[in-house]
């Protein structure tokens, strides 16, 4: 089944808040002889920031967040930050139970399939970001790197964070797949890498095992087909 186009998308996107629920999240295993299979070119259709929804909070629905570093910092380029951030995320997951279906780590904003199981994905996130804000803050410290603890507090508090994030529900294993596609490629997409299996802070190796990559945190594998 072809992915959908935008059209369809925001079809599906305004049929939700008309009050129709989202296809509930299906735990299961990846069939690996087409996951192995070369991934396909990203989409060519975007959802433009203007046109993005914050999720509503609704339990059973993967979400694909968009987080992004505020000014657009190179916040996370160096990798110990970028290890922090997902240990941070992978700590959340499982002191608040939820499915880490995807992720990738860039090195100013970070993308996440996720789904919370109470469906909050707003709270989930609103423990998230300040954690992670408070041990960049620590690791930044630790190695006397003063420029960028005076960067996050430069505005009276510590912010590391945009104000806003960029979420939406997903609909069903075609979207999923998109979304996994989209957040593995986004590396290769910023000309840091020429495949995905070679960048280090992404879930790309959990449905690619044959690859060699290995992801850094666990991954909650979903139905993509």
């Given at each position: 089944m072809?992915?959908?186009?935008?059209l369809s998308r925001l079809e599906r996107v305004r049929s939700f808040e008309r009050g129709l629920r989202p296809l509930p999240i299906e735990l299961a295993a990846v069939d690996w002889k087409r996951a192995q299979a070369p991934l396909k070119a990203p989409h060519s259709g975007k959802v433009t920031m203007s046109t993005r929804l914050n999720s509503p909070n609704d339990e059973g629905v993967l979400h694909f967040v968009t987080l992004s570093v505020r000014d657009r910092k190179r916040a996370f380029v160096r990798p110990e930050y970028a290890q922090m951030v997902l240990r941070e995320l992978r700590y959340e997951c499982d002191r608040h139970p939820s499915?880490?279906?995807a992720y990738v780590v860039m090195p100013d904003h970070v993308h996440l399939?996720?789904?919370p199981q109470d469906g909050k994905v707003t709270r989930f996130l609103a423990r998230f970001k300040p954690g992670v804000t408070l041990k960049l803050d620590a690791l930044a410290a630790s190695h006397q790197r003063t420029k960028e603890r005076e960067w996050l507090a430069e505005k009276g508090k510590r912010e590391l964070w945009q104000d806003s994030k960029h979420s939406l529900p997903i609909y069903s294993p075609e979207w999923i797949r998109e979304k996994v596609e989209y957040i593995h490629n986004n590396p290769v997409r910023a000309g840091l890498v020429e495949n995905p299996g070679e960048f280090a802070f992404s879930s790309f190796g959990a449905y690619f095992p044959e690859s060699g990559h290995k992801p850094f945190v666990e991954v909650d594998l979903v139905e993509m087909y």
């Open positions: 072809p992915f959908e186009d935008d499915t880490l279906a399939l996720i789904g």
